[in-house]
């Protein structure tokens, strides 16, 4: 050997020595295989900080089942066990790998691009279509059951708007329905509404305002049937009250109003619902006549206002107040026209109002009638019923201001207006006020008359209706008994004209315009005429004015000049010679001497009005031969017969006939 | 719409509701019956079909014949209320005679008695 010491280094992977023991034996580390050096050089990769997030208990797990398989395989001794050991930690930690990377790709958010399905079985199919079917049913169940219920509510519905809507249609009828749009929108009514307003008159001359009851609103009540809510004592009604004189009439004193049946009546039984709709509407048709009429009323006393502030004539404003009106006519008596709220239901009302009616006229001295002393069989008539005359109020401002206009709004030219139009014809109130005094006037003449006619024998009162408020009209007429027609007349008595052409003679007509009283009658002697001598032509129609004091006197000198005209023909008829002078009936007798019957006429005797003295003169005048009326004495030559009636007056005129020579 | 054929047409108005409802009716029923587990049966569901066109074609012949016949819409161009208000007048003038007449009455049977 040379001297030289060469040392060389084997490439080769050295095995290095795990373990150096005492007796120097060496001991090498187990022969790895190919995979397994792989894995150990993956595991020197620390992926400990993500597998501990991922799967720190599965690590903690694996850790401690790989140490327990660590101390229980070193126990072992079998050859394969470290290979074994390994596999499984190399699966282990390929899960490990594929678990990060899953996470990776989670983290990228990429989604799964496909999935395919199975293909399903058969009794996968069946199913799936069966349950498909049972939910349908159900629909079909559901849908049955929707149906049925909102036929029912729609029945029900029906059957309520049917009770609504029939009731409003045959309200309808009458009045005029409308609709507000807007408040049906709004609340839960339909909105609809009554409208009391007549709109169709005023155009131009829109005077009236619609007053705060002309729209009704029409609401359902609490079983949903239509009903009309009215606030109580909103209706007015014109009161009417004559004060100053007696009044004689108790018909009804002014603002009694029907009520109405049961407005509030809600004990009626929901099974007569038929029956009780009708009511219903009956009684809201009654209601709303009510309102109307309340509305009319109020328009009317609105006009009575405006004119009585104008002065026109035939009105005297006496007071004003709210809602009161007072107004002085003639003959001593005064009017006062109010709006009181009419009483609906309230009888107590009605009855205090009456007190206070009575009570205002009581305190009434002055009775302008004519006081007829005593006499008290005849009615006294003091005013007019004021009823009477508050519907003539009505009346009157609506033909004139309301059928008026309607007629010249409707521009159609058959306007007829039933009863006069007044004098004036803008001063209806003028024209009101003197019909109710002519009224009171005439009732005045009307007694007098009463009176004259009622103490005269076969005088008979007839009145005749004239058809105008301001004129008033009666007959006195001097009526024959039948007993001296048939057996004095040689006319015979079957023609009617020739019994009226003996009767017609006979009547006075009185006639009272405003309150002038023209007296007319046939048979009172010409004036004239009497002096001429020729008593004869007194068959002429005289008339002339008089006032009432005058009047009994001159219709009672008419009456017994008519009635010794009579005697007079009947005189001449039956063939005694006689002679007529104003109230007298002179006969001559053989010896000369004159026979007079004299009607003596005395409006205050209370026996009779007229009644017939008989006197004789032999040819000497006498002075009270014109004045037959002053004496009342009897003497001899004048003898008093008494208050005769025709026939007896009849058979005194036959019983000359024996005296008289011709 | 004039006062005589009112309430006939409220009568078909009225029937044309009443025809709905048996619609409404006649759906759920057929409903009902296609909801039968057994199946349907057709003649049932078959008549109730043929009823419901039927109604459903009578409804529209009514509506359409009513809405032809309903006249213009004029408000309210005869409007009674004046006339209304002389027959208020006028009735209670008859009340007021009629009272007159009855106190007249009443004198007359009270001479009646006197004598």
Same mark, same amino acid.
């Given at each position: 050997?040379?001297?030289?010491?060469?040392?060389?280094?084997?490439? !080769?992977?050295?095995?290095?020595?795990?373990?150096?023991?005492?007796?120097?034996?060496?001991?090498?580390?187990?022969?790895?295989?190919?995979?397994?050096?792989?894995?150990?050089?993956?595991?020197?990769?620390?992926?400990?900080?993500?597998?501990?997030?991922?799967?720190?208990? /599965?690590?903690?797990?694996?850790?401690?089942?790989?140490?327990?398989?660590?101390?229980?395989?070193?126990?072992?001794?079998?050859?394969?066990?470290?290979?074994?050991?390994?596999?499984?930690?190399?699966?282990?930690?390929?899960?490990?790998?594929?678990?990060?990377?899953?996470?990776?790709?989670?983290?990228?958010?990429?989604?799964?691009?496909?999935?395919?399905?199975?293909?399903?079985?058969?009794?996968?199919?069946?199913?799936?279509?069966?349950?498909?079917?049972?939910?349908?049913?159900?629909?079909?169940?559901?849908?049955? /059951?929707?149906?049925?219920?909102?036929?029912?509510?729609?029945?029900?519905?029906?059957?309520?708007?049917?009770?609504?809507?029939?009731?409003?249609?045959?309200?309808?009828?009458?009045?005029?329905?409308?609709?507000?749009?807007?408040?049906?929108?709004?609340?839960?009514?339909?909105?609809?509404?009554?409208?009391?307003?007549?709109?169709?008159?005023?155009?131009?001359?829109?005077?009236?305002?619609?007053?705060?009851?002309?729209?009704?609103?029409?609401?359902?009540?609490?079983?949903?049937?239509?009903?009309?809510?009215?606030?109580?004592?909103?209706?007015?009604?014109?009161?009417?009250?004559?004060?100053? $004189?007696? %009044?004689? %009439?108790?018909?009804?004193?002014?603002?009694?109003?029907?009520?109405?049946?049961?407005?509030?009546? %809600?004990? /009626?039984?929901?099974?007569?619902?038929?029956?009780?709709?009708?009511?219903?509407?009956?009684?809201?048709?009654?209601?709303?006549?009510?309102?109307?009429?309340?509305?009319?009323?109020?328009?009317?006393?609105?006009?009575?206002?405006?004119?009585?502030?104008?002065?026109?004539?035939?009105?005297?404003?006496?007071?004003?107040?709210?809602?009161?009106?007072?107004?002085?006519?003639?003959?001593?008596?005064?009017?006062?026209?109010? $709006?009181?709220?009419? %009483?609906?239901?309230?009888?107590?009302?009605?009855?205090?109002?009456?007190?206070?009616?009575?009570?205002?006229?009581?305190?009434?001295?002055?009775?302008?009638?004519? /006081? !007829?002393?005593?006499?008290?069989?005849?009615?006294?008539?003091?005013?007019?019923?004021?009823?009477?005359?508050?519907?003539?109020?009505?009346?009157?401002?609506?033909?004139?201001?309301?059928?008026?206009?309607?007629?010249?709004?409707?521009?159609?030219?058959?306007?007829?207006?039933?009863?006069?139009?007044?004098?004036?014809?803008?001063?209806?109130?003028?024209?009101?006020?003197?019909?109710?005094?002519?009224?009171?006037?005439?009732?005045?003449?009307?007694?007098?008359?009463?009176?004259?006619?009622?103490?005269?024998?076969?005088?008979?009162?007839?009145?005749?209706?004239?058809?105008?408020?301001?004129?008033?009209?009666?007959? $006195?007429?001097?009526?024959?008994?039948?007993?001296?027609?048939?057996?004095?007349?040689?006319?015979?008595?079957?023609?009617? +004209?020739?019994?009226?052409?003996?009767?017609?003679?006979?009547?006075?007509?009185?006639?009272?315009?405003?309150?002038?009283?023209?007296?007319?009658?046939?048979?009172?002697?010409?004036?004239?005429?009497?002096?001429?001598?020729?008593?004869?032509?007194?068959?002429?129609?005289? +008339?002339?004015?008089?006032?009432?004091?005058?009047?009994?006197?001159?219709?009672?000198?008419?009456?017994?000049?008519?009635?010794?005209?009579?005697?007079?023909?009947?005189?001449?008829?039956?063939?005694?010679?006689?002679?007529?002078?104003?109230?007298?009936?002179?006969?001559?007798?053989?010896?000369?001497?004159?026979?007079?019957?004299?009607?003596?006429?005395?409006?205050?005797?209370?026996?009779?009005?007229?009644?017939?003295?008989?006197?004789?003169?032999?040819?000497?005048?006498?002075?009270?031969?014109?004045?037959?009326?002053?004496?009342?004495?009897?003497?001899?030559?004048?003898?008093? $017969?008494?208050?005769?009636?025709?026939?007896?007056?009849?058979?005194?005129?036959?019983?000359?006939?024996?005296?008289?020579?011709? | 719409?004039?006062?005589?054929?009112?309430?006939?047409?409220?009568?078909?108005?009225?029937?044309?509701?009443?025809?709905?409802?048996?619609?409404?009716?006649? =759906?759920?029923?057929?409903?009902?019956?296609?909801?039968?587990?057994?199946?349907?049966?057709?003649?049932?569901?078959?008549?109730?079909?043929?009823?419901?066109?039927?109604?459903? *074609?009578?409804?529209?012949?009514?509506?359409?014949?009513?809405?032809?016949?309903?006249?213009?819409?004029?408000?309210?161009?005869?409007?009674?209320?004046?006339?209304?208000?002389?027959?208020?007048?006028?009735?209670? *003038?008859?009340?007021?005679?009629?009272?007159?007449?009855?106190?007249? *009455?009443?004198?007359?049977?009270?001479?009646?008695? =006197? =004598?």
């Amino acid at each position: 050997m040379d001297g030289d010491l060469e040392i060389s280094l084997d490439k !080769l992977p050295i095995k290095r020595l795990e373990a150096l023991e005492e007796n120097g034996l060496e001991r090498f580390p187990a022969d790895l295989g190919y995979d397994e050096k792989r894995v150990n050089l993956i595991r020197r990769i620390d992926f400990a900080w993500a597998v501990e997030r991922e799967d720190p208990s /599965k690590k903690q797990k694996s850790e401690g089942a790989s140490a327990k398989e660590g101390t229980a395989t070193s126990q072992q001794q079998w050859p394969w066990q470290s290979l074994v050991e390994n596999l499984q930690l190399a699966h282990q930690e390929l899960s490990v790998i594929i678990d990060l990377i899953n996470t990776v790709e989670a983290n990228d958010a990429v989604t799964v691009a496909g999935m395919t399905r199975p293909k399903q079985l058969p009794n996968e199919h069946l199913s799936d279509l069966a349950v498909s079917t049972a939910t349908k049913l159900q629909c079909f169940r559901n849908l049955g /059951k929707y149906f049925k219920q909102s036929a029912k509510s729609l029945e029900e519905q029906i059957a309520r708007e049917a009770r609504f809507y029939g009731a409003l249609i045959r309200l309808q009828q009458n009045w005029k329905i409308k609709r507000h749009r807007l408040v049906a929108a709004a609340s839960g009514n339909e909105g609809f509404y009554i409208d009391l307003f007549d709109n169709s008159l005023y155009d131009s001359a829109a005077i009236f305002r619609p007053s705060s009851l002309s729209t009704i609103p029409i609401e359902h009540d609490t079983a949903g049937m239509l009903a009309v809510n009215l606030p109580r004592k909103s209706c007015h009604s014109l009161q009417f009250e004559v004060l100053g $004189l007696r %009044s004689a %009439s108790n018909l009804g004193k002014a603002g009694e109003t029907k009520t109405p049946v049961g407005v509030n009546d %809600s004990s /009626k039984e929901p099974g007569k619902e038929h029956a009780s709709n009708d009511e219903r509407v009956r009684e809201i048709h009654l209601t709303l006549r009510e309102v109307h009429r309340a509305i009319h009323d109020e328009q009317v006393f609105d006009l009575v206002n405006r004119e009585a502030c104008n002065p026109s004539i035939g009105v005297n404003l006496a007071g004003i107040k709210e809602n009161y009106l007072r107004l002085s006519i003639g003959q001593g008596a005064s009017v006062s026209i109010s $709006l009181v709220p009419s %009483s609906q239901d309230d009888e107590t009302y009605g009855a205090s109002h009456r007190i206070t009616t009575e009570t205002s006229c009581v305190p009434s001295e002055s009775v302008d009638g004519v /006081k !007829l002393g005593g006499v008290d069989k005849p009615k006294k008539l003091g005013i007019p019923s004021p009823l009477g005359f508050e519907i003539y109020l009505r009346q009157v401002f609506h033909e004139h201001v309301f059928v008026k206009a309607k007629n010249k709004a409707m521009s159609s030219s058959r306007s007829q207006i039933s009863s006069q139009p007044p004098k004036d014809n803008s001063n209806i109130l003028g024209h009101f006020c003197m019909s109710l005094a002519h009224r009171i006037f005439s009732n005045k003449v009307l007694s007098v008359l009463e009176n004259l006619v009622y103490r005269t024998p076969n005088v008979h009162l007839v009145s005749h209706p004239t058809w105008h408020s301001r004129t008033s009209s009666w007959t $006195l007429s001097v009526k024959i008994p039948q007993s001296i027609l048939h057996a004095g007349s040689q006319i015979p008595m079957s023609t009617a +004209g020739a019994v009226k052409n003996i009767r017609s003679p006979f009547w006075t007509r009185v006639v009272v315009i405003d309150d002038s009283i023209r007296v007319e009658g046939e048979g009172s002697p010409n004036v004239v005429g009497l002096f001429r001598g020729r008593p004869d032509s007194v068959s002429s129609i005289n +008339g002339y004015d008089c006032d009432l004091v005058d009047l009994p006197i001159i219709l009672l000198q008419q009456v017994a000049s008519q009635i010794i005209q009579w005697l007079h023909e009947e005189a001449l008829t039956v063939g005694i010679k006689a002679n007529r002078d104003f109230l007298s009936l002179a006969f001559e007798l053989d010896q000369g001497e004159i026979v007079r019957l004299v009607a003596h006429v005395d409006p205050e005797d209370t026996q009779g009005c007229i009644s017939w003295w008989l006197t004789v003169d032999d040819g000497v005048v006498e002075e009270h031969k014109l004045h037959p009326d002053m004496s009342d004495v009897e003497s001899e030559s004048r003898k008093f $017969l008494g208050y005769l009636s025709l026939d007896v007056l009849y058979s005194t005129l036959l019983d000359f006939l024996n005296l008289c020579s011709c | 719409m004039d006062r005589q054929s009112q309430t006939t047409s409220l009568q078909r108005l009225q029937n044309v509701e009443k025809k709905i409802v048996r619609v409404l009716e006649l =759906a759920g029923s057929v409903m009902d019956e296609m909801a039968n587990p057994s199946g349907p049966r057709k003649d049932l569901v078959n008549s109730h079909c043929t009823e419901f066109m039927q109604l459903v *074609k009578d409804t529209q012949m009514t509506l359409r014949g009513e809405i032809k016949s309903a006249c213009d819409y004029r408000p309210f161009e005869k409007c009674d209320y004046v006339p209304r208000i002389t027959n208020e007048i006028s009735c209670k *003038k008859l009340e007021h005679v009629i009272a007159q007449l009855d106190e007249m *009455k009443q004198t007359i049977e009270g001479y009646g008695d =006197a =004598a």
